[in-house]
C-alpha cells in the first residue's frame, strides 16, 4: 500500500520538476499586466524536438490499484492539465533498469509536472472529468517508451 503525499517541489525533485505559481512571479510583462513564472522545467531531450500534444485520460479514484510503469530514456515528459482538478502521480526511481519503490503524489489545482527523462512513472491519472492535459515530450525517430509490467499497489488518499 502507498500514500498518495500533496505534491511538493521538494519531495518531487529526485523524479522530475514541479510548475505552478507559487509565490510571486519571476517578472511583470505586457505592459505589467501579466506575471510570468520564468522557466519552470527542464525539457530534456536525447535527439528529435519538443512537441504538444493533447491528452484526454479517463478519471479514476482513490484508492487507484497501479500494476503499469512506463518511462521514456529519450526525453523528459511534462503534464500540464488543462482544468484546475488534481491527479494522480506515480513515480519510482530507477534500480537496475527497473522501477523501484513507487511512490504516489496527488496534485494541488494548478500544479503541472516534468518528468525528467528516464523516470518510471505510472500512466497518467486524473481523480476528476475532464482529463484533458497539454503534453510536451519528445518528437522523434524510435522507441521512447518502455513499459513494466509490476505486482499492483494500491495507492491510497492522504489523510493528514
Known sequence: MIIAQPLTAGAFAPFG???D??????RL???GL???????????FGDGRAGISLFDAEPRALPYSCDLLERHPDGSQAFIPMSLNPFLVIVAPDDGGEPGQPQAFVTAPGQAINLH???WHGV????HAPGLFAVIDRIGDGANLQEVRVTPFTVHPFSG
Open 17 to 19: 520538476d514541479v510548475m
Open 21 to 26: 505559481t507559487a509565490g510571486d512571479p519571476d
Open 29 to 31: 510583462i505586457n505592459a
Open 34 to 44: 501579466c506575471g510570468r513564472w520564468h522557466d519552470r522545467a527542464r525539457l530534456d
Open 117 to 119: 527523462r528516464g523516470t
Open 124 to 127: 497518467l491519472t486524473p481523480l
